[in-house]
Every structure is written in structure tokens, then in C-alpha cells.
């Protein structure tokens, strides 16, 4: 076969592939292939088409915008063609862009002033926003008619629809536009919106998207407005089209400037820069700032500011000459999953880890992706062998978003989980989750498999000392992966405990290690003796207790012994702990096990700096009517619980009068089923039995209703956000967020309108920059201090 010959072959698979691809992206909004796979292919077309002319045809993917109208909707024809862009992958196309803009401006205009390497030209940039293009067309400033791109020349009319998106104005505002105003720009959905989406569709068992573009689209083009008006939808105008009657200003920025004017959300990150040198500083610039940003780019696009000389330029055959889209590197590519393998948490959970044939996702090499757990592998549908999208975004893990079933092979196998664990080989169980209420408990399983070997893993002891060690909880300079590794694998650390046991003559004899070395592990040891509560309680790795919640148990509970001692019922008291939360906490306590280290600990030195009285505020907080209705008693409710909480002084005559026939025949306010309910419950001696405990414990504590109430002293700092940004020298950013909190304020990482103090050391950048922009109170660190001792801090 010649050359032509392979030419005509390839070129005609090409369009075919790309076709489908586009009908499942633009119509189906189902992409089966991420964009960089596309852009690949569509690439390789160009390219094959530029060297056989004679092969180009009108109907070539590489000669029309990609898309099609939706059968379903009505269709609109753009009296102004909706052109794509070209697309730039390196710095490389970027410079050929300005170099052609120049020339041609050269040509045209006989100007010498963009003869240099770097043109000089006057270009608009913005973020490329990965959504749906869409026209709108005001009528003597009422919108009257809203279509799709679809092919560039026919689109659909979706007028019903993008009248439902909220920042869309219906009717212009001010005065002086044409009597026929098209605007052109994209529809999409920000990171938290679509993520509240996803969240409504999990709980009520519906069908989740695999990205705001995807989900912008789907909303779009619902052929019932209704749902379309309760989805996050936003638009943001990057053009415009047809102008009837009435004139516009001469450049693309002020275009775009009179437009918001007239009530047209535009982009905050338009900027008007010099030359590609200009454009290249806001690329690397938005680049940086990509993952603060609200919602998803893909790329940054430069414009010709100046319309007359965009008219000049003119168009290719399916893209302005004056624009470019430069792309960021692909965050999502596609590769094959070659193996599934199962990891070991500190906690015993077993997650699966993705083995992929190697493949540069965002300019990294991706070999691992995470997989989450078994109903994650059972809601993609993966199995060893397929073809998968990963997607990368960040410093985010790699992970799959999605499986291309047409590429499945044949010899493809499912993803089992191992009935032992791949490390000490003991016995892997699935995770159950109990639901309690009134009187009936239910059992479900849960997503989680977990080894049951605890300590006696050797996976589990290894991450359970680095999370002892970490900064957030013990804070053991030096300590780090491989130091641990060595002191479990020459069995000189068996449990936490004892690390405050080693030697010089241990240390020193590890791998790396020297005289001062040893000895500066040591003293990082020793200095970690005396923890706050909270940072022990969050080191010691009990399940579902995090920092937030180790520091909620410090401070209502106030001392170890209580937070060993405490009953689930109990500590379902305090904000933000559930029954599940609250029974992982009390099990861990009762494992004796776990109680053999903490003894250890605490006979090995461990002295926490900080215990006192349970917090004021929990003083006789529990009620007698909440403590029965916690009981969960058959058919007794809030207000029965009331009822009774009236009628009986105390939980001993309560009972009493439970088994006492006459005395509930006469009580009013409560239903016969309650009363055969409450008479069967205590009837039930270990029912009798846990009741007097946790009244017991609730007295223990103060929290009891008959405890004597507190005054509760206001934190000064209570109700106020404080943001900390750039390098503190006094103190690491960790302890400025210790004592913030403990003055009561919330320490958050992001500034907003709410934000009462931002504390701003050296290097702070853009969240300076916004609290500048929002009129927030700022402070350097010398003033910052100067507060907190004042505040005995």
C-alpha cells in the first residue's frame, strides 16, 4: 500500500473516530475519552491533512465546529458563525501565534513596530472555562432568545433554560445598547456547586456527574427548564455576535467592560497585556492560581484587543486567526489499568490502589491511582485490564474518573478483596454501620474492610507511629517514614509507647544515624512528653477522630480519665459527635490492647499539659426529658419524653412507676403505645441497668440536670474567623492556630467577607491581596502577639 493510500485510510478512521467522540461529547454529553486523547487525534488529522490537501473535505472534523443540534430542542441558526478556537499545547505555539499576528499586521498596515521576536501587541487575556458556549440575544435589552454553539452554524434553542440561570440578566440594565445585542459566552458550574450536586444525587440514589462541565451541560440542555432552574448554573460573556442598531466600543476590552455595564457577568481575571511575553506571565500567573479558583479552566485564551485589526486578520477555515486558546497541560488522560493491590491503613482499613501503565497526567508521571473502596470499584463498574480516564488536579492523588467500555478486552477480570490481609495475613471484615432509634437497631454494611490484627499488623503499627510522630499530633522532629521502618523491622519500638523507651546506643546504631543525629531524635522525644490533650487524644489514631474532633472532646470533657471512662450515650452529648463517632471512640478504649499502651505511655513519661474540669458550658446540661429521649424507648418521643420528665422527679421513680399499672393508667399525654413501650423496656433488667450508668456518668461528669449550672465565661475571640498567611518567626503556624482556637476563634484557610483579622507574615501573597480587596483588618506578626498577651496567650 502507498503512502496516499495508508493517507486515505488513517485520515478516514480519524474522522470517524472523531465524529463519534464528538456526538458523544457535544450531543449525549457522555465524553468516553478525555481531552487530551482528543486533542491527540484531532492533531494527528490536521496534521495528515496539511500534508494531503487534496484529501480535505468539506465535512472533515478539521472544517466545521464540533457538535450537532439536539433533535429534541428546537434549532437556531447563527446569523454569525460560533468559530472554535486553535488550541496551543507549548510555549512554542504561542510564539508562532504572536509571530503570524505580527507579520500579518506587518503586511496589512506596513507597521515596523511588531518586527521583533516579541511582537508587542496589544492582546485580551482570560481564563478558558470548561463549560458550554452558549448565545444569547437581547431585543431592546429584553433576552429573548438563548441557543447552543452546536455545529458553529445551527444551534439549539434553549431559551427556556438559560432563563433559569440566575446570573443572566432578563432584561439589560443602564442605557445605549443596540437595539439587537448578540452576547456570546460560556454556561458551567463552580467546584462547590457541583459538588452539592453529586452530594443530592448520592443521597437520593440518582445519577452523578464526572465533572462540572459534564453537569453544566446536562443541566443545560434539560428539556424540562424546571430542573435546570435547581441547578448551580452561571454565565460568564466572553463576546459577542450579531449588533443591530447601535454601536459597540473599538477594542475587545472595552467591549467586554461596556457589556457588565449593561448587567453581563464577565471574567474578574480579564487583563490586557504586551506581546506573547505579556501573555505568557498571565498564563504561568492563573496557572499558579488555578486550584483557588472557584471553578474549572482548562486553559487561558488570548485575543487581538484592538477589532480592527481582528477584521484584518480574518479567519482559517473553522477558527479566528486572531485568537488562541493555550492549553494547560491535560489533567485527565488515558491509560490501562494493569493491576489492582491492596494497602494497609493505620486503622486497619484495606483500600484498593490502582497499578496503571505509566502516563503524564498534568506533567507528572502517574503509575498509582487511588480507588477508594469497593463500592467506589463497584460504582465505576472497573475491572483488571481496562481502559480508564485518570484525572489529576493538583497535588490531589491520581484517580479514575470513569471506564471506557468499548475498550474492555477480553481476557478482563474483576477487582476481589482479599479475605486476609496482604501483610500479617489475618482475617479482613467488612465494616458495619448501626442505626439506632426508638427502640430498634439496624445493621448495614458499610464501605470499609478492615484487617483485624490492630497492633499485631505490622502495616498498621507503622502508619500508627507515623501518625503519633506527625506534626499535628506529637510533633516528633526528625521521626519520619524510614526511621520508623527501621525501628519496627528491628523490633525496637512494639507500640507507641516505646519510643519513650530508646536508648542512645538504639538510635545510634539505625541506618543514617550519628552521634548528634541521635541524640537530636531523642531530645525531639523527650519534648514531645508533654502534649496538650487534645494533640494525645487526635496522636493516638482512634477511628473517625480527627484533629476538629479531638479538640471538641479536649475541651468539653477536659481530662483523659474522662474521655476513657465516657459512654457512647454520654458523648453523644457534645457538638458534632454521632452515635457512630461516639461508639469507635468508646471501643477503642475497652480494647484491651489499646489500654496497655496508654498505660505504658503514661508510666514512660507522658504528662499532658493542659487537663482540667469538664467545660463550663457543659455543666447540667443534659435534661431529664433529652436523656429519655436518648434512650430510644419504642414509641416514646421528644414530647412523650417531656411528659415524662414532668411527671416523674427522678429516673428511680420513673422506673418505679414504669411496672406500676394504676399510676400509668391515670397519666394523660401519652399514648397506650408508649406506655406498653416505656413498661417492656424497663421491665428489662440490662435496660435498667445502663440507664442508672450513663445517669450515673452524667452525674460523675456535672452534666447531669440536677448538677449545678456554670457561668459560662464568653471567649473573647467567639464567633470571629481569623486567617493566618506567610512565615510567622515567633511561632510555627500550628501553634498561632492553638492558641487562636483557644480563645474561641475559627481559624479558617481561605478570606472572605467574613473574615474578621487577617495576620499576614513575611511572603504572604494572594490571600493579602484579598484581604486588601475586602476592606479585612490586617495585622503583622508584632501586633498579633502584642494580642494574644493580652489575652494571657
Known amino acids: 500500500?502507498?503512502?496516499?493510500?495508508?493517507?486515505?485510510?488513517?485520515?478516514?478512521?480519524?474522522?470517524?473516530?472523531?465524529?463519534?467522540?464528538?456526538?458523544?461529547?457535544?450531543?449525549?454529553?457522555?465524553?468516553?475519552?478525555?481531552?487530551?486523547?482528543?486533542?491527540?487525534?484531532?492533531?494527528?488529522?490536521?496534521?495528515?491533512?496539511?500534508?494531503?490537501?487534496?484529501?480535505?473535505?468539506?465535512?472533515?472534523?478539521?472544517?466545521?465546529?464540533?457538535?450537532?443540534?439536539?433533535?429534541?430542542?428546537?434549532?437556531?441558526?447563527?446569523?454569525?458563525?460560533?468559530?472554535?478556537?486553535?488550541?496551543?499545547?507549548?510555549?512554542?505555539?504561542?510564539?508562532?501565534?504572536?509571530?503570524?499576528?505580527?507579520?500579518?499586521?506587518?503586511?496589512?498596515?506596513?507597521?515596523?513596530?511588531?518586527?521583533?521576536?516579541?511582537?508587542?501587541?496589544?492582546?485580551?487575556?482570560?481564563?478558558?472555562?470548561?463549560?458550554?458556549?452558549?448565545?444569547?440575544?437581547?431585543?431592546?435589552?429584553?433576552?429573548?432568545?438563548?441557543?447552543?454553539?452546536?455545529?458553529?452554524?445551527?444551534?439549539?434553542d434553549i431559551t427556556a433554560?438559560?432563563?433559569?440561570?440566575?446570573?443572566?440578566?432578563?432584561?439589560?440594565?443602564?442605557?445605549?445598547?443596540?437595539?439587537?445585542?448578540?452576547?456570546?459566552?460560556?454556561?458551567?458550574?463552580?467546584?462547590?456547586?457541583?459538588?452539592?450536586?453529586?452530594?443530592?444525587?448520592?443521597?437520593?440514589?440518582?445519577?452523578?456527574?464526572?465533572?462540572?462541565?459534564?453537569?453544566?451541560?446536562?443541566?443545560?440542555?434539560?428539556?424540562?427548564?424546571?430542573?435546570?432552574?435547581?441547578?448551580?448554573?452561571?454565565?460568564?460573556?466572553?463576546?459577542?455576535?450579531?449588533?443591530?442598531?447601535?454601536?459597540?466600543?473599538?477594542?475587545?476590552?472595552?467591549?467586554?467592560?461596556?457589556?457588565?455595564?449593561?448587567g453581563i457577568p464577565i471574567s474578574r481575571?480579564?487583563?490586557?497585556?504586551?506581546?506573547?511575553?505579556?501573555?505568557?506571565?498571565?498564563?504561568?500567573?492563573?496557572?499558579?492560581?488555578?486550584?483557588?479558583?472557584?471553578?474549572?479552566?482548562?486553559?487561558?485564551?488570548?485575543?487581538?484587543?484592538?477589532?480592527?485589526?481582528?477584521?484584518?486578520?480574518?479567519?482559517?477555515?473553522?477558527?479566528?486567526?486572531?485568537?488562541?486558546?493555550?492549553?494547560?497541560?491535560?489533567?485527565?488522560?488515558?491509560?490501562?489499568?494493569?493491576?489492582?493491590?491492596f494497602q494497609v491503613g493505620r486503622t486497619g482499613a484495606i483500600t484498593p490502589v490502582a497499578r496503571l501503565k505509566p502516563v503524564q497526567v498534568a506533567g507528572v508521571t502517574v503509575t498509582n491511582a487511588t480507588l477508594h473502596n469497593m463500592d467506589e470499584i463497584a460504582r465505576l463498574g472497573v475491572m483488571i485490564g481496562d481502559s480508564v480516564i485518570v484525572r489529576r488536579a493538583g497535588d490531589v492523588i491520581p484517580q479514575i474518573m470513569q471506564v471506557v467500555p468499548e475498550r474492555r478486552p477480553a481476557d478482563?477480570?474483576?477487582?476481589?478483596?482479599?479475605?486476609?490481609?496482604?501483610?500479617?495475613?489475618s482475617a479482613v471484615e467488612r465494616t458495619q454501620l448501626i442505626k439506632r432509634g426508638k427502640g430498634k437497631e439496624s445493621v448495614s454494611e458499610g464501605a470499609v474492610y478492615r484487617c483485624v490484627g490492630r497492633l499485631a499488623c505490622q502495616a498498621q503499627l507503622k502508619q500508627a507511629?507515623?501518625?503519633?510522630?506527625?506534626?499535628?499530633?506529637?510533633?516528633?522532629?526528625?521521626?519520619?517514614?524510614?526511621?520508623?521502618?527501621?525501628?519496627?523491622d528491628r523490633e525496637l519500638v512494639k507500640s507507641p509507647a516505646d519510643l519513650y523507651t530508646l536508648t542512645y546506643e538504639q538510635v545510634v546504631e539505625l541506618e543514617g544515624f550519628a552521634e548528634v543525629s541521635s541524640r537530636n531524635l531523642l531530645a525531639a522525644i523527650e519534648a514531645s512528653s508533654q502534649p496538650t490533650l487534645a494533640r494525645f487524644i487526635f496522636a493516638l489514631g482512634i477511628p473517625e477522630v480527627g484533629e476538629e474532633t479531638a479538640k471538641r472532646l479536649a475541651r468539653a470533657l477536659g481530662s483523659l480519665q474522662r474521655i476513657r471512662e465516657a459512654l457512647p450515650e454520654v458523648l453523644v452529648y457534645l457538638p458534632d459527635i454521632g452515635p457512630e463517632v461516639a461508639f469507635e471512640i468508646h471501643n477503642f478504649f475497652q480494647s484491651a490492647h489499646n489500654r496497655d499502651v496508654l498505660e505504658a505511655l503514661l508510666a514512660n513519661g507522658i504528662e499532658l499539659a493542659d487537663e482540667g474540669e469538664v467545660h463550663a458550658e457543659f455543666s447540667g446540661y443534659a435534661t431529664f426529658a433529652d436523656f429519655l429521649d436518648q434512650l430510644h424507648i419504642p414509641y416514646l418521643g421528644k414530647t412523650g419524653a417531656k411528659t415524662l420528665a414532668t411527671a416523674f422527679p427522678t429516673l428511680a421513680a420513673l422506673i418505679e412507676g414504669s411496672q406500676d399499672w394504676l399510676t400509668f393508667k391515670t397519666l394523660s399525654g401519652l399514648n397506650e403505645r408508649a406506655k406498653q413501650g416505656l413498661r417492656e423496656y424497663f421491665a428489662e433488667a440490662d435496660n435498667v441497668a445502663q440507664a442508672l450508668a450513663i445517669e450515673a456518668q452524667l452525674k460523675a461528669f456535672g452534666m447531669h440536670w440536677e448538677s449545678t449550672r456554670q457561668v459560662v465565661q464568653g471567649l473573647p475571640f467567639a464567633?470571629?474567623?481569623?486567617?493566618?498567611?506567610?512565615?510567622?518567626?515567633?511561632?510555627?503556624?500550628?501553634?498561632?492556630?492553638?492558641?487562636?482556637?483557644?480563645?474561641?476563634?475559627?481559624?479558617s484557610g481561605s478570606v472572605s467577607a467574613k473574615t474578621a483579622v487577617v495576620v499576614a507574615g513575611p511572603g504572604a501573597g494572594s490571600k493579602l491581596t484579598k484581604a486588601n480587596e475586602l476592606g479585612v483588618k490586617v495585622l503583622d506578626e508584632d501586633a498579633f502577639l502584642q494580642i494574644l498577651e493580652a489575652q494571657g496567650q
Open 1 to 156: 500500500m502507498t503512502d496516499a493510500q495508508d493517507a486515505v485510510t488513517r485520515i478516514a478512521a480519524l474522522r470517524g473516530e472523531i465524529d463519534a467522540h464528538n456526538y458523544r461529547y457535544y450531543v449525549l454529553d457522555e465524553p468516553s475519552v478525555p481531552d487530551a486523547e482528543y486533542d491527540r487525534l484531532f492533531g494527528e488529522l490536521k496534521t495528515l491533512e496539511a500534508e494531503h490537501p487534496e484529501l480535505v473535505t468539506p465535512d472533515s472534523p478539521t472544517q466545521r465546529v464540533s457538535g450537532a443540534a439536539l433533535a429534541a430542542f428546537g434549532t437556531i441558526r447563527h446569523e454569525v458563525p460560533m468559530l472554535s478556537l486553535g488550541n496551543a499545547f507549548a510555549d512554542e505555539n504561542l510564539q508562532d501565534f504572536d509571530r503570524s499576528v505580527g507579520k500579518r499586521l506587518r503586511e496589512e498596515f506596513g507597521e515596523t513596530d511588531f518586527a521583533g521576536p516579541d511582537s508587542g501587541v496589544e492582546y485580551t487575556c482570560e481564563p478558558k472555562l470548561d463549560g458550554l458556549a452558549v448565545s444569547l440575544l437581547y431585543e431592546a435589552g429584553i433576552l429573548t432568545r438563548g441557543a447552543t454553539r452546536g455545529d458553529g452554524t445551527t444551534g439549539e
Open 161 to 262: 433554560n438559560v432563563r433559569t440561570i440566575r446570573n443572566v440578566p432578563l432584561r439589560l440594565q443602564g442605557e445605549g445598547w443596540p437595539a439587537v445585542l448578540e452576547v456570546r459566552g460560556e454556561v458551567f458550574m463552580s467546584r462547590a456547586g457541583f459538588e452539592a450536586l453529586n452530594a443530592r444525587a448520592m443521597e437520593s440514589g440518582g445519577k452523578t456527574f464526572a465533572n462540572p462541565r459534564n453537569a453544566a451541560a446536562g443541566s443545560l440542555r434539560q428539556l424540562d427548564s424546571r430542573i435546570t432552574a435547581q441547578r448551580p448554573l452561571e454565565f460568564c460573556c466572553y463576546g459577542f455576535g450579531r449588533v443591530e442598531g447601535g454601536a459597540l466600543p473599538d477594542t475587545q476590552y472595552d467591549i467586554l467592560q461596556r457589556l457588565r455595564e449593561w
Open 269 to 341: 481575571e480579564l487583563r490586557k497585556v504586551q506581546g506573547a511575553s505579556g501573555c505568557r506571565a498571565y498564563y504561568e500567573d492563573i496557572g499558579q492560581r488555578r486550584d483557588a479558583l472557584a471553578y474549572e479552566i482548562d486553559g487561558v485564551v488570548y485575543k487581538v484587543n484592538r477589532l480592527d485589526w481582528q477584521g484584518e486578520l480574518g479567519f482559517r477555515a473553522r477558527e479566528p486567526r486572531w485568537a488562541l486558546a493555550h492549553k494547560f497541560p491535560a489533567r485527565e488522560e488515558l491509560t490501562e489499568l494493569l493491576n489492582v493491590e
Open 412 to 425: 478482563a477480570r474483576p477487582v476481589e478483596i482479599p479475605t486476609h490481609c496482604p501483610v500479617c495475613g
Open 465 to 488: 507511629i507515623i501518625h503519633f510522630a506527625s506534626r499535628r499530633a506529637m510533633d516528633i522532629d526528625g521521626l519520619g517514614d524510614r526511621i520508623v521502618e527501621q525501628l519496627v
Open 719 to 747: 464567633g470571629q474567623t481569623w486567617v493566618l498567611t506567610g512565615t510567622l518567626e515567633a511561632m510555627s503556624r500550628d501553634a498561632a492556630k492553638e492558641r487562636l482556637e483557644a480563645l474561641g476563634a475559627k481559624v
